[in-house]
């Protein structure tokens, strides 16, 4: 009996998982393409990864192409495929800034683009390898070079709507990410897009609420752009304190090795997270990453017991800054000096996962390349250089001609006018 009423919920699970993969496939069954090709909103925040559903397409296509142009109509249009519909793409591997078709992966007909930059806006269609199209996106990637910033300790707000008479320009925000760390004062942020509300947005353009797009869609009139384009995407930070989660301590028998080798005075250094020993030329440029984490997580980090809080460490706070932190949560160090020895520990939603142990060393004799960085900063000091000086010489020399022109009179540039005696 034991044996046939395992028999029967396994087969009751065949069962169930068949009709999960039946319900699954309906998904498509049930939303109908569209008669006439609509474009839906999405806007992101530059350096984050985003996914796009195909959201409809006939039972007889087992794989999509996806379609990327810059503008309606236009003729440059990419080809995002390996026309099987599965490519899949190792993330560790992908650069800043590198073009989008290293960038993106299809998956289960959903395109996921890496990385995304603001180069990446545009639209985005599904589709067939002969042209036939059933989805469309209108994709608004918003820089976070120009971010602005308010920190909610220093009573510092966001920016005011602005409205004029045939639309109005605000920020709609994300929800509030968590603290990123535990234990101590840490820090919150909350991400804002830029939004436009008007009436005279096309029509082709699917907008949820109604009449309500991204600053960087493609149904804003044009005639509107000037005013909108100066509204940047922002950021408010504010102080948290939330406790650790407790962990399990260590068996018995393992406590009771540790204070035996402890007595012995040989007790092992354990670090508290895992970390990574690495070794910087003196002078040069570091980017640390934090392992696993996203640019709309929040990530904290710490060098040794100093705690480098964004209040003080993110980009732009100060112009002259030699360590930061950017918005896609990386560490920054430019011109490595021995005071930049030590342990950086990285938190991430909270928990302080990982560590790195940087020492910096003196560089031997070697030939300079123009790949290098500081030889790149030398050229370019010189020529900036270069042309100060070149516009401070053509200004002086222009200024004495503007002074002889209008000082002396007709007759004294022709020598007619009789000098005294």
Not at 96 to 101: F, R
Not at 132 to 140: C, E, I, L, N, S
Not at 212 to 239: D, M
Not at 283 to 303: M, N, T
Request: glycine share 8%; charged share 25%; hydrophobic share 35%.
């Amino acid at each position: 009996m034991r044996l046939v009423g395992i028999a029967v919920l396994l087969g009751m699970a065949d069962v169930l998982h068949a009709f999960a993969i039946m319900e699954k496939e309906d998904v498509f069954k049930k939303t109908p393409c569209p008669a006439f090709l609509m474009f839906d909103n999405a806007a992101y925040l530059a350096d984050m990864s985003f996914e796009l559903p195909c959201k409809c397409k006939p039972e007889e296509v087992t794989s999509v192409v996806w379609y990327f142009q810059k503008s309606m109509g236009s003729r440059q249009t990419k080809v995002l495929t390996d026309f099987d519909g599965t490519m899949f793409l190792d993330t560790g591997h992908i650069r800043v800034g590198s073009d989008m078709l290293k960038r993106f992966s299809i998956r289960m007909f959903s395109l996921i683009v890496f990385q995304a930059q603001v180069e990446d806006s545009g639209h985005y269609l599904c589709g067939t390898k002969a042209g036939d199209f059933f989805y469309g996106y209108d994709v608004d990637v918003q820089p976070s070079k120009a971010i602005t910033v308010a920190f909610e300790d220093r009573s510092q707000h966001p920016q005011k709507d602005h409205t004029e008479e045939h639309f109005s320009v605000f920020t709609t925000f994300w929800d509030w990410t968590k603290c990123d760390r535990c234990g101590v004062r840490g820090e919150q942020r909350r991400i804002g897009l830029c939004y436009v509300k008007s009436a005279y947005l096309y029509p082709r353009y699917r907008t949820v609420p109604t009449d309500v797009v991204s600053c960087g869609s493609r149904s804003v009139p044009g005639r509107f752009q000037g005013t909108i384009q100066r509204r940047k995407p922002e950021v408010v930070i504010r102080s948290c304190l939330t406790p650790c989660v407790k962990t399990k301590g260590p068996e018995e028998g393992v406590l009771s090795i540790s204070n035996l080798i402890a007595k012995i005075g040989q007790k092992p250094w354990l670090p508290k997270v895992p970390i990574q020993f690495h070794k910087q030329l003196l002078g040069s440029g570091l980017i640390i990453a934090c392992p696993g984490a996203r640019p709309e997580h929040a990530v904290a980090w710490d060098k040794d017991s100093t705690r480098l809080y964004r209040t003080s460490f993110l980009t732009g706070v100060n112009k002259s800054m030699r360590v930061f932190i950017d918005h896609g949560n990386h560490l920054h160090i430019r011109f490595t000096q021995l005071d930049d020895r030590g342990t950086y520990y990285c938190w991430r939603e909270g928990q302080m996962v990982a560590g790195f142990r940087l020492s910096v060393g003196f560089r031997g004799h070697r030939k300079r390349t123009l790949d290098d960085p500081e030889t790149r900063y030398a050229i370019k000091a010189i020529l900036t250089s270069y042309v100060l000086i070149t516009m401070v010489f053509i200004g002086i020399h222009v200024s004495r001609c503007c002074c002889y022109v209008f000082r002396c009179t007709p007759m004294d540039r022709l020598g007619l006018v009789q000098k005294p005696g």
